[in-house]
C-alpha cells in the first residue's frame, strides 16, 4: 500500500511540475509577443532604433532563458526562434528600412512563440 501512495505522490509531482512548466512559458510567451507587438508599432511610426531596442530586450530574455527552455523544448524550435530574432534585428539595423519585410518577419516570430506554447498544452492533438 505504501508503493501505491508514493506512486500516486510522484505522479501527482509530475502533474503540478507540468502545470507549472506551462504557466510560466505562456507568461514568457506572451510577454514577449506583448514586446515584439511594441516594436511593431514603433517601426510602422519610423521609430526604427526604438522599434530595435526593445526587440533586442527581447531577444536578451529570450537568451536569459535558453537554459530553462533547452531542458523542456525541441532545441530546433528553440534555435529557429533565435534565427527569427537575429532576423528580425537585421532588418531593423539594415540601412534601407522596409517596413512591410520587417513586419512579416515580426509576425512570423510572434506566431513561432505562440506555437511553442501550444505544443506544449496537454491537448489530444498533442497527445497522439
Known amino acids: ?12 509531482l509530475l502533474a503540478a511540475l507540468c502545470i507549472a512548466h506551462t504557466v510560466h512559458l505562456f507568461c514568457f510567451t506572451t510577454q514577449l509577443t506583448e514586446l515584439l507587438a ?5 517601426a510602422e511610426q519610423e521609430n526604427w532604433d526604438q522599434a530595435a531596442r526593445i526587440t533586442r530586450q527581447a531577444q ?7 537554459g530553462y527552455l533547452h531542458v523542456t523544448l525541441h532545441h530546433t524550435d528553440i534555435d529557429a526562434i533565435l534565427i527569427s530574432f537575429n532576423e528580425a534585428l ?5 540601412g534601407e528600412r522596409q517596413s512591410a519585410e520587417y513586419a512579416a518577419v515580426n509576425a512570423r516570430l510572434i506566431t513561432q512563440l505562440e506555437l511553442i506554447y501550444e505544443a506544449e498544452l496537454p491537448t489530444l492533438t498533442n497527445l497522439l
Open 60 to 66: 536578451e530574455q529570450w537568451i536569459n532563458h535558453e
Open 90 to 94: 537585421a532588418f531593423l539595423e539594415a
Open 38 to 42: 511594441q516594436a511593431q508599432n514603433q
Open 1 to 12: 500500500m505504501k508503493r501505491l501512495y508514493v506512486s500516486l505522490g510522484l505522479v501527482a
